[in-house]
C-alpha cells in the first residue's frame, strides 16, 4: 500500500479540503482502527509566499483531479 506518493507537502496559505491518496499494489485488507499513515505540521516563519491557485483552492470536497490545469 502507498500513502499519498506524489504530494508530500501542504502548501502555505491553502484553504480547502485535503485529499488523502490511498494505493494498493495487491488485494489488501485493512481492519478497523489500524492507522495507515501519520500527518506532520511544521511552523513557518520569516517572508512566506502564501498559496494561490485556482485548481483547488477553496476547495470543500471531493474534486476530480485537475493536474492537466498545469499543461496549458
Partial sequence: MFV???AGFGDVGFDG???LEIACIEPLKIYP???V???SFHSV???KNLYK???YQGQKSVR???L???FN
Avoid: V
Fill in 17 to 19: 479540503t485535503w485529499t
Fill in 53 to 55: 491557485s485556482d485548481k
Fill in 64 to 66: 476530480e483531479s485537475k
Fill in 33 to 35: 482502527n489500524t492507522k
Fill in 4 to 6: 499519498h506518493i506524489t
Fill in 37 to 39: 499513515c501519520q500527518i
Fill in 68 to 70: 492537466y490545469k498545469e
Fill in 45 to 47: 516563519d520569516g517572508e
